[in-house]
Structure formats: structure tokens, C-alpha cells
């Protein structure tokens, strides 16, 4: 009888030790959930930081890299002129011989039937070296233009004189003592001009 007592009381006092020990594995569950729960906006959020900051680093980027290619271009264009118009100095020398070739046809008699033969070759022979290095002079962007008949233009033509005309519009070059000379369509030397007014 006292032992059957002993092992009832022994399995009652169990029960409750039981209960102990499933309560906290329900309570251990629940914070489990709430904190799955409050991770998913922090996620959240953090990935969608992280996409504006990539933004903001592209963009930063791109610019970046357009001014790079501003800066390049710029430079080429500096490196490319510095090319060009180095040698205007030089051109200008240059055209200066040319300019001389053509005074010294200029003083030539004109040609005439029966002339001298010597007088002929020596005009001839200008006349081919005065082509020849026209010819050069274009090769390496020395252009000139004769500015006779034209519209006077300030930026291409100095004006040595003005003279009332009958027979040219007002503001047109009726003598060109020069020509114009441009380096790869920059004004090299100007034409020396005489341009017409109009009659008193």
C-alpha cells in the first residue's frame, strides 16, 4: 500500500515539472517570429540604400567621364592648332617670295610678237617657278585669293586707298596691289587694296 501511494505522488509531482519544461520552448518560439518579421522592411531598406547609392556612383561616374572626354577633344584641338599655326611666322615669309615672283612678272614687258628670245624664256621661266610654288604653298594650307572685284571685307582685305569710280560699285576692290593669304582658312596676310567710292 505504501508503495503504490509512493508511486502515484511520484508521477504527480512529475506532471507539473513537465509543464515546466514545455513552456519556455513556446515561449523561445514567438520572438523567433516577431523578429523574422521586423527583418524583412530592414532588408528592405538596406537594399534599396544600396541601389541609390549605385545610382549616385554611376552618375558621379558619367560625369567623370564626360569631362575626361571634354578635357581630350580639348587638347587634341590645342595639339592640332599648335600644328597648324606654328609655322605662321615662317608662312608668312614664305608667301612674302611668292609676292616677289609676281612683282617681277609684273615688270616684265608684256609679250609681243617678234620679242627677244631671252625675254621670252626669262618670263617663262618665272611664270613655271611662280606655279610651282604656288603649288607647294597649297600642299601645306598656303592659299592665296585674288581680291580684285570683290566686295571689300575688312577681315580679309587692307584698304591702302579709296577712289571715286564710274565704272566699280561703291565698296569694291578695284585694285588688288596684294593677294590674300590664308593658312588653312585663317588669315595669313591680308590683300592690299584700293577700293571704290562713289563719284562726288
Not at 166 to 183: D, F, I, N, Y
Request: aromatic letters at 4%; one cysteine or more; a negative charge.
Amino acid at each position: 500500500m505504501t508503495h503504490d501511494t509512493d508511486h502515484n505522488t511520484g508521477a504527480a509531482a512529475a506532471e507539473p515539472g513537465n509543464t515546466d519544461q514545455t513552456a519556455p520552448l513556446h515561449d523561445a518560439a514567438a520572438p523567433t517570429a516577431e523578429h523574422g518579421a521586423d527583418a524583412a522592411p530592414a532588408d528592405e531598406s538596406a537594399a534599396s540604400k544600396l541601389e541609390q547609392e549605385a545610382a549616385e556612383f554611376k552618375e558621379k561616374w558619367l560625369r567623370a567621364e564626360a569631362e575626361n572626354q571634354n578635357l581630350r577633344a580639348r587638347a587634341k584641338r590645342e595639339v592640332d592648332d599648335a600644328r597648324q599655326y606654328a609655322v605662321q611666322k615662317f608662312a608668312r615669309d614664305v608667301v612674302e617670295a611668292a609676292e616677289n615672283l609676281r612683282r617681277a612678272l609684273s615688270s616684265l614687258p608684256a609679250a609681243q610678237e617678234g620679242e627677244d628670245s631671252v625675254l621670252t624664256k626669262m618670263r617663262e621661266g618665272i611664270e613655271s617657278t611662280e606655279r610651282s610654288f604656288i603649288s607647294i604653298l597649297e600642299r601645306h594650307g598656303i592659299k592665296c585669293e585674288d581680291a580684285q572685284g570683290k566686295v571689300f571685307d575688312a577681315n580679309l582685305h587692307q584698304a591702302m586707298a579709296e577712289q571715286p569710280s564710274a565704272e566699280h560699285e561703291p565698296g569694291t576692290v578695284m585694285q588688288a596691289w596684294t593677294p590674300t593669304w590664308t593658312l588653312h582658312g585663317r588669315l595669313l596676310k591680308p590683300a592690299m587694296v584700293v577700293v571704290a567710292k562713289a563719284l562726288a
